[in-house]
């Protein structure tokens, strides 16, 4: 079986601050894993993924990811915060035809 | 291409109503995924399907949901009678397996509201 947890529903950093989004993956093999990323009343837009190339993986919008096979994570980062970052983020992990998500980061950027 | 079309983007039907929403995937994909979000549950797999034969239906909530896709650019979700907890945004997906692993592209989501 294979999941993934985000550690915390709500993120708030001030503009031009580092964002960071945590992602933790559970997969009896090696996983392929994502960030997608969802603006209001959209659906879902792919970030970043994972394909067991390199272990930091670069995004669009100046995002990355990390993936860290002792610790079994794949947080999303961000140098700089803008205000057009905020959005809801979805990590994801998939090992087989299906994807599971997880709960999803709601990150608010204030001003 | 044009991505993933999903029609209709906004529904509001009575309880008891049948509903039927609609995807489109992108050409060449052979994959097709059905999914719901809502804030109680976040983002559930429905269904899925490979060369439009169901694979895995296990999300499905009730016998109330079926899914049908007869064709490879076509797919229909349709919940019959609806209740107010459908209520949701339901969205398709599409994707193709290349190298072994899937990038799944969404379409615009289906606002259902089942008064």
């Known amino acids: 079986a294979q999941s993934v947890t985000q550690l915390g529903s709500h993120v708030s950093v001030s503009e031009g601050a580092l964002v960071l989004l945590r992602c933790n993956y559970s997969?009896?093999?090696?996983?392929?894993l994502f960030w997608y990323v969802q603006y209001p009343n959209q659906g879902l837009q792919l970030l970043l993924k994972?394909?067991?190339?390199?272990?930091l993986v670069k995004g669009i919008n100046g995002f990355e990811a990390e993936f860290k096979k002792s610790e079994t994570s794949f947080h999303l980062t961000k140098p700089s915060a803008h205000m057009s970052d905020a959005a809801e983020y979805f990590c994801?992990?998939?090992?087989?035809?299906?994807?599971?998500f997880g709960a999803g980061t709601r990150l608010t950027v204030k001003p | 291409d044009a991505g993933v079309i999903q029609s209709p983007r906004h529904e509001v039907t009575e309880m008891g109503q049948e509903v039927t929403l609609r995807c489109k995937p992108i050409?060449?994909?052979?994959?097709l995924f059905w999914y719901r979000q809502t804030m109680m549950r976040g983002l559930e797999l429905l269904i899925y399907?490979?060369?439009?034969?169901?694979?895995?239906d296990s999300g499905m909530p009730e016998d109330r949901f079926s899914a049908k896709m007869p064709n490879a650019s076509f797919s229909t979700l349709k919940i019959q009678p609806s209740e107010p907890r459908d209520s949701a945004v339901y969205f398709c997906?599409?994707?193709?397996?290349?190298?072994?692993?899937?990038?799944?592209?969404f379409g615009p989501g289906t606002r259902l509201t089942v008064l």
């Open positions: 399907f490979n060369n439009n034969v169901p694979i895995d």
């Open positions: 050409s060449g994909h052979d994959y």
């Open positions: 994801a992990v998939s090992n087989n035809n299906d994807m599971r």
């Open positions: 997969s009896s093999v090696p996983p392929y």
């Open positions: 997906a599409s994707s193709r397996r290349v190298g072994g692993i899937h990038e799944q592209f």
């Open positions: 994972y394909t067991s190339a390199a272990t």
